[in-house]
């Protein structure tokens, strides 16, 4: 008991709480690192610190289950670190991230993992899991699933796609997912058939097809939902929910919807760029579709609709960012004479709220509840983290964001604080703000001034058997 009465309060008054599953009026104390009462009218006579939210709306911090910091790609890195990146995350609301550690193939899955323990070691400014991505399972080390899942990394990623670089065959999916029904982690599959992407990227090269737009030309939707039809089948067939991550088209929403509609637990996220941006992005003139290389690539307009109608109706569960920041004036251009070699991914991991609440909420498109499930509740569920984590409760982790829901900004990476030098989102005004930002009690931006210390963020032991097995 004695110690608690040291701890530092803060208590954010006369806001508006809004959870996945509510909007009310009240004021949140928080004592060390946790909520320790919401009610009406608390007293702030004896709090530390008084963050006065008239006007704002209180959220639960912003996770995001896809980044990729300071990962290799294609002969470089990507360009944010696990502080440029942590930092640029807080400033956009976001207070937890699951980056992607890689078992470069013939390596063990702990060598990669303290590989990501040491980018991250002192740097990371915000709260991080880490995911495994699997390149290589001989049935020797499918018990190295068990003692990552010990570790607390309790997600798999696995590639479809990439062959001879991280794409991985059937049978290797099946056992990971064999695997993960016997020891409760879930499975996330880069889902587009490889292979044929593959044949259809040599006929292009053979044509002299080299500019950015054909990597959106040679990977049909097609080949996304066909991956997506079979991961889930190999998942059904296994035992295991799976989920699918960054999906792009209707055609692979189709297949989740009808998995779904058959009881299958299959789970899906998306992206801001594929419901904000289009495969036009890639005709850019000046090589400029470059930065708008990702996988898998931008789609045809139409697609962006259904989308957001997936994730209205659940069919579509999350949204991340897939964060994997190339800077245009180098590293992008290791792909001027051939699409092929454009690293793969773009920066987001700052805009993600400001986006889909602007885009979602204002628009009409989903409610201000929904947009807390989508960016920071059910990630919190399917990846083992609630309630400590996405949620407004007491006990849970004091990671709250003071939302204006009325500032104007204008997305710009003259501004942005990700370590690129370009936006995917350039010259996009969106209404809705962090203003404030805290992390487990910790005030890390406040009043849009960075307020936080690179090594503060700690690493997750995540759960196994999440939302995903329920
Ligand atoms: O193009 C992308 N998405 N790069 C990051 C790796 C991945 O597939 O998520
Ligand atoms: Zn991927
Ligand atoms: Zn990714």
Redesign the pocket.
């Known amino acids: 008991m004695g110690g608690t009465h040291c701890e530092m309060t803060t208590l954010i008054q006369h806001g508006t709480i809004v959870t996945a599953g509510r909007t009310y009026g009240g004021d949140i104390l928080i004592e060390g690192e946790t909520i320790k009462d919401i009610a009406q009218a608390l007293p702030a006579e004896n709090a530390g610190r008084v963050i006065d939210a008239q006007g704002m709306l209180i959220l639960p911090g912003g996770i995001d289950v896809?980044t990729?910091l300071d990962?290799p790609?294609g002969g470089t890195t990507?360009s944010d670190d696990f502080e440029t990146g942590t930092k640029a995350a807080a400033f956009g609301g976001t207070t937890t991230l699951i980056d992607?550690a890689i078992q470069p193939r013939g390596t063990r899955m702990r060598d990669a993992l303290d590989t990501w323990w040491k980018k991250a070691d002192g740097k990371a400014v915000i709260d991080y899991g880490l995911h495994m991505i699997v390149t290589d399972l001989p049935d020797a080390a499918l018990e190295d699933m068990d003692s990552m899942v010990d570790e607390g990394v309790a997600s798999f990623?696995l590639?479809m796609?990439?062959p001879g670089v991280?794409m991985v065959d059937d049978a290797t999916i099946f056992k990971a997912l064999s695997r993960t029904a016997k020891n409760g982690a879930l499975v996330c599959m880069?889902a587009e058939n490889g292979s044929v992407i593959d044949v259809i990227v040599q006929r292009a090269l053979a044509d002299g097809k080299r500019a950015p737009v054909y990597h959106a030309l040679t990977r049909p939707t097609q080949a996304e939902a066909e991956a997506v039809h079979r991961a889930i089948a190999l998942a059904e067939i296994s035992g295991a929910p799976v989920y699918i991550?960054?999906l792009s088209s209707e055609d692979a929403l189709n297949e989740v919807r009808a998995a779904r509609d058959r009881g299958v637990p299959a789970f899906a996220e998306t992206c801001p760029q594929y419901l904000l941006l289009s495969i036009e992005d890639l005709e850019r003139p000046n090589f400029e579709g470059a930065k708008y290389?990702?996988?898998?690539p931008l789609r045809e307009k139409h697609n962006l609709d259904k989308l957001w109608r997936g994730l209205g109706d659940d069919h579509l569960q999350v949204v991340s960012t897939?964060h994997?920041p190339f800077c245009f004036n180098d590293q992008k251009q290791l792909g001027i004479d051939d699409f092929t070699k454009i690293?793969?991914?773009?920066p987001g991991v700052e805009n993600r709220l400001q986006l889909i609440h602007h885009h979602g909420v204002n628009q009409g498109r989903i409610s201000i509840n929904r947009f807390v499930e989508l960016v920071s509740t059910t990630p919190a569920k399917l990846f083992g983290l609630h309630p400590k984590k996405g949620e407004i409760a007491i006990g849970s982790d004091a990671d709250l964001v003071v939302w204006d829901p009325n500032a104007e900004h204008t997305i710009s990476a003259a501004t942005h604080h990700m370590r690129v030098d370009y936006s995917m989102f350039e010259g996009f005004r969106v209404k809705g703000n962090a203003k404030t930002v805290l992390s487990r009690g910790d005030v890390i931006v406040d009043n849009g001034k960075f307020a936080g210390r690179a090594g503060r963020g700690r690493y997750l032991k995540r759960q196994a058997r999440g939302g995903a097995w329920k």
């Open positions: 896809h990729h990962m790609f990507s992607f990623k590639f796609a990439y991280l880069h991550v960054h290389v990702f996988t898998p897939d994997c690293p793969n991914g773009g």
